[in-house]
């Protein structure tokens, strides 16, 4: 954890007249829990961070230890909280977690007072848990916020395994502009090594090329040609025959320790002019908010949102809807400029015009920016999405590939 | 939802003394929406089940009305619960998921009372919109594992995937077996292609075949020689260069819509004969479990504990300490013989001896049978684990794989 968390941490925890932040978790992968725990393999352990102290991991399994001691937190043993003694004794789960917060509490100098509950897991264990404790004079407000706060900004660790999954999609996207680059046009189908190329081929590439670096797909991809890249959550049906001419989407988001997120547009052949002229809007849209996020260094704040309105103010005067003039359009551009991306695929900064804190551009934040237009009548849609990291001496582009829809010019 | 799963929720809910149950979640894919949604891409639903009504799916985003109705369940769109003017007037997230509820709830044709709240998700904002449905006169209480029960048994579409789960995770490791067998041992050490063989490469070459079948392992796998094979939950040091005449348990549990899980051992070279004995008294107790579960038609109810018993009984006969018989222990049999499979790596039914109902193993149950010995002095350990599905007409197994430790003889 570095002091920018600690201290996100203990700012949250004011604003919410909080004692300390728990973050329950059923894996050292969930978002919350992963950032204050490192790539460790934990899959029962809490953590108690009371305000001004440093976080102390509470871990319910003896077996895992090594892990535990792996993660450099203050720990609180299995074995001083009496785990098994709780869950032999007392009658439901629930009771037993309410029994092993509350001496954990206690064992952190806490008192019965207010505490901030973030993390992912069970629901209505947790809710019932802290029923039990609100009984025992605790009171349990949603950390939910502060806990994504405090993860907004990543620390040289987490910069370090953010890069190297990013190393991973950039060439799982060159594998696919490989294919499309080898790929021949016959009678309006695109067609490789004797067979048809279809959406199904390039995922299966992508996920053998992921693979090798270690990195999965929890959430899929998009591989989405001309009709179907149309509407942005549209993924791409397997089955689908590629053709020349036309648009192909291909948005990665794989995980490794945290996220990456980029996206490519393609065109074998030679692009349609409506397909064409949005790949040069989306371009300088590109060099636009590159030019702006080099521009934040000397002292004035930047707000995310500020990014999605001059994107907006771009792409209108090229002629296209944009969310803030025609809110609902489903053509033109018709969505938000980009997200932050780390221990979650959307995580802070927030690009929303209603964001607080939370939309304010720092240094330490990774976001991704990804503006796009899409025709559903047209039958196609661009998007080119790059992963940025805002480093103290400026933006650090983590998805340094060509924006060419063209693959073999790639 | 089969009849088996709807029974489940009324039973549960009856027990409860609730009216409904309610799952949250923030993706189709977490464990208790996923067995409601099926394999569909939702990231803002819950399900409202009520007591002797169908379920039905409250879908947040307009975007995913395509994905929702794909569930085939009855919805409630976002329109009807005017999603976006509660995230737009209401002051935080959490007292806009609390209006949402409760205006689904009363579509349901529900009046305050007693729900049951399942699911997985963030536990701070879920937490504080159960406080302020409180506050309007509703009791939530865990729900957990009535859900869990819920997903026990599995439907005909849940057993097709599961299927298909466990056929990857059989040719990864037919694949591991190949590469084993074609190495080589030059002065106590493995060799193939003209490098040292370590886990790291069999690891690797898991994650690519895994991921032609569109497999993911969202919590790792096991392949661990030796001494870290000696130690159950040890998952194995990539540089780690493997030797002949040693073990090496590989344990991967990977995830399509359903988890898969299986483990075989080997040893390339000549076993030591504290493990060849060890195998020995493996394949005894695999036998003997076959034979208890291929018995359970008769009209008897069989509880998994049951099995573990079983094999305590054998493998005390052969000179292991048990947990049974040597609680603690960490040589010989040191951990339970199974555990369910399906949404979540684990599930029911639960081996436990303090099981209840979720205890009993029924027609419809995907369970893992999992013996293992381990001798950490000696530093090998062995373990054999199956997936096997009780059917109808017997139990079935899904991962039908040589048992050999010799890879050369698979």
């Known amino acids: ?106 064992e952190c100098g806490l008192e019965p007072c207010r505490i901030a509950l973030a993390g ?6 947790v809710h019932a848990a802290a029923r039990a404790l609100e009984r025992q004079g605790w ?9 994504r706060q405090a993860r907004k900004r990543k620390n040289d660790r987490q910069l370090r395994a953010a890069r190297r999954v990013a190393a991973g999609t950039a060439t799982a996207m060159r594998r696919v502009a490989e294919l499309l680059a080898a790929s021949e046009a016959r009678e309006g189908e695109l067609w490789l090594q004797g067979e048809r190329l279809k959406v199904g081929r390039l995922r299966m590439e992508v ?22 890249g149309a509407v942005p959550h549209n993924s791409g049906t397997d089955g689908r025959i590629l053709r020349p001419d036309e648009s192909l989407v291909v948005d990665l988001y794989p995980r490794g320790w945290l996220y990456a997120d980029c996206t490519r547009t393609f065109c074998v052949g030679r692009p349609p002019e409506p397909l064409a002229a949005a790949h040069g809007s989306l371009l300088r849209v ?29 792409l209108k005067a090229d002629g296209y ?30 690009f929303r015009r209603e964001a607080g804190a939370e939309g304010l551009l720092e240094t330490g934040d ?9 025709d559903p009548e047209a039958g196609f849609g ?11 001496e400026g933006p650090e582009k983590l998805t340094d590939l060509p924006y060419d829809l063209d693959p073999r010019a790639w």
């Not at 992912?120 to 264990?125: I, K, S, Y």
């Open 382 to 392: 661009i998007r080119l999405e790059d992963e940025i990291f805002l480093g103290p």
């Open 1 to 106: 954890m570095i002091a920018a968390a600690r201290a996100a941490v203990d700012i949250g925890l004011e604003e919410l007249g909080c004692q300390a932040l728990l973050v329950v978790g059923s894996s050292a992968r969930d978002p919350d829990l992963a950032s204050f725990v490192g790539p460790v393999h934990l899959t029962q352990a809490f953590v108690v961070a009371p305000k001004g102290q440093p976080p102390r991991l509470a871990y319910l399994t003896p077996m895992e230890r090594d892990e535990a001691a792996a993660t450099g937190l203050v720990l609180l043993t299995p074995e001083v909280l009496e785990v098994t003694r709780w869950w032999r004794e007392l009658p439901t789960g629930e009771a037993a977690l309410a029994k092993v917060l509350s001496l954990a509490f206690e």
């Open 286 to 314: 590109l060099e636009r908010i590159d030019a702006k996020l080099r521009g934040r260094g000397d002292g004035k704040a930047l707000r995310a949102f500020s990014l999605q309105d001059a994107a907006c103010s771009l």
């Open 321 to 350: 809807a944009t969310p803030l003039t025609d809110p609902g359009t489903e053509s033109g551009y018709v969505h938000n400029l980009g997200h932050g991306v780390g221990f979650e695929l959307h995580e802070y900064p927030s």
């Open 207 to 228: 996920a053998r090329t992921l693979a090798a670096f270690d990195l999965e797909q929890p959430v899929g991809n998009i591989i989405a040609p001309a009709e179907e």
């Open 139 to 147: 009171t349990l407000v949603s950390g939910a916020a502060l806990a």
């Open 366 to 374: 990774l976001i991704t920016i990804e503006p796009g237009l899409y």
């Open 120 to 125: 992912q897991g069970e629901v209505g264990e």
